[in-house]
């Protein structure tokens, strides 16, 4: 027979989504249960360079001093280069002196790091292997799910359901939410390789005649490296064979060079589907979609945590109101996309102009590129844009309630 449980908010998935809103809710007595299908926090590739966007919510939550106590990088300046030549510099300091570095903290420290802290909430709980399956559902309204844990399957009723569960949702999918768009353009290939010694740790964002390289210092001493090309191609990339690629990457960075080196086949890569959407509509009745389930942006950005993480404090904001109310309609938790869809708009429309210069492959555009990119960084308007998608313009408009300092 099922097992069967309650709970005031369930969340499916431990994300950095589903982490930050748990533990906003259970510092204010709410009680809360993540639900996450992994045994652990382990995982390898995924978003750890976290902008100084990032950094401004932490210190709005209380939460910047506590996490800064882990093992993390902090990376004070970048740039987009051609080749060896900066085209368009990157200082934090100029962006948001508050705060002017972003933070590398591999992902399973972060996670861990929430999961200490939520440890300090007696309605905190987090449930490792416990993969949800199904929906439970009332006259219309979402009340639960249904999980498979290593105790058998188990039947979690709540008075709202959060789909954390990243861009593959499936509570996106059992909760039959529409997509409004779904952009994909490109891949990228990732790989890890050593920091060569006294290379800056700066972000790098490299072009060369035929790609955009990603070159971002990785805690805490390693180098990870991604090159970005149209969806499909990396199959006539391998068919170009190894030497040429490799030389291609050798030429993109010095940083590059003892990979290439041994490279000797494209087993080191991991290929990665840059996708950005957005859901129409993130609420129903019972239930809300927060972080990459709603809105996931390209990888490429480097964004991803810091958009999810956002909408995560709203939707903690929201969820709490609703609680207090007795209201988890619709109405109620749509509010979290009323506050949080003009960011996620902007920084997806950002990165799909920036996605499609960068793609291009016209051979005039290859040549002007450069020069483009050099005359628009003299422009103020580069600045603007580096400040729509690195900073948070506002504070969120969030109770103080919400302080885990
Ligand atoms: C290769 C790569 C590099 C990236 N680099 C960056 C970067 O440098 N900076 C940045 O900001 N962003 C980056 N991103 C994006 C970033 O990782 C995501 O935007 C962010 O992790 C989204 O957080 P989330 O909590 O919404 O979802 P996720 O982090 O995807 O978390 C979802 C969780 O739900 C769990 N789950 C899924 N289905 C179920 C289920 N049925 N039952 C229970 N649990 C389930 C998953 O195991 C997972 O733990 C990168 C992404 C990738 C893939």
């Known amino acids: 027979m099922d097992q069967v449980m309650y709970t005031d908010v369930c969340i499916v998935g431990g994300g950095p989504a589903g982490m930050i809103l748990g533990l906003l809710l259970a510092s204010q ?48 300046e970048g740039g987009l280069y051609h080749k060896d030549k900066v085209l368009v510099p990157i200082r934090f300091s100029d962006l948001v002196p508050e705060f002017p570095y972003a933070f590398w903290m591999p992902q399973p420290i972060l996670l861990n790091a ?13 449930q490792f292997h416990s ?45 039959q939410f529409e997509m409004e768009y779904e952009h994909y353009n490109h891949d990228v290939a990732w790989f890890t390789t050593q920091l060569p010694q006294g290379m800056p740790k700066q972000i790098q964002l490299v072009m060369t005649d035929s790609h955009f390289c990603l070159v971002l210092p990785k805690y805490p001493d390693s180098i990870q490296g991604g090159i970005t090309f149209k969806k499909g191609e990396w199959k006539q990339i391998q068919d170009k064979g190894i030497a040429h690629f490799r030389k291609e990457l050798a030429e993109a960075s010095p940083a590059f060079k003892e990979f290439t080196d041994s490279l000797r086949d494209f087993k080191s890569f991991t290929i990665l589907q840059a996708k950005t959407m957005f859901v129409r509509e993130w609420a129903k009745d019972g239930c809300l979609l927060i972080g990459d389930a709603a809105h996931c942006a390209s990888p490429a950005g480097g964004i991803g945590v810091s958009l999810s993480t956002a909408t995560a404090i709203v939707a903690a904001d ?33 990165q799909l102009k920036q996605e499609a210069m960068q793609m291009s492959q016209s051979p005039f555009m290859k040549k002007i590129r450069p020069y483009l990119i050099s005359m628009m960084s003299k422009m103020s308007i580069i600045k603007s844009v580096q400040k729509k998608v690195f900073v948070m313009s506002e504070t969120l408009p969030i109770n103080a309630r919400f302080n885990l300092r």
């Open 29 to 76: 007595g709410v009680d809360v249960t993540v639900l996450e299908k992994s045994a652990n926090f382990d995982r390898q590739y995924r978003g750890e360079i976290m902008h100084p966007r990032f950094v401004q919510m932490m210190e709005q939550i209380g939460l910047r001093t506590f996490l800064e106590q882990y093992p993390h990088l902090k990376l004070d």
């Open 114 to 126: 929430l999961y200490d802290k939520g440890k300090m909430y007696p309605s905190f709980h987090l």
């Open 131 to 175: 993969s949800v399956k199904e929906l439970l559902k009332e006259e219309g309204r979402i009340v639960g799910v249904k999980a498979e844990t290593k105790e058998g399957e188990m039947l979690i009723h709540a008075k709202v359901t959060v789909g954390a569960d990243g861009r593959f949702s499936l509570i996106r999918k059992l909760g």
């Open 318 to 350: 929201v969820i709490y109101e609703g609680l207090q109310k007795g209201d988890l309609s619709l109405n109620q938790l749509g509010k979290v996309q009323d506050i949080r869809c003009e960011d996620v708009r902007t920084v997806h429309q950002l």
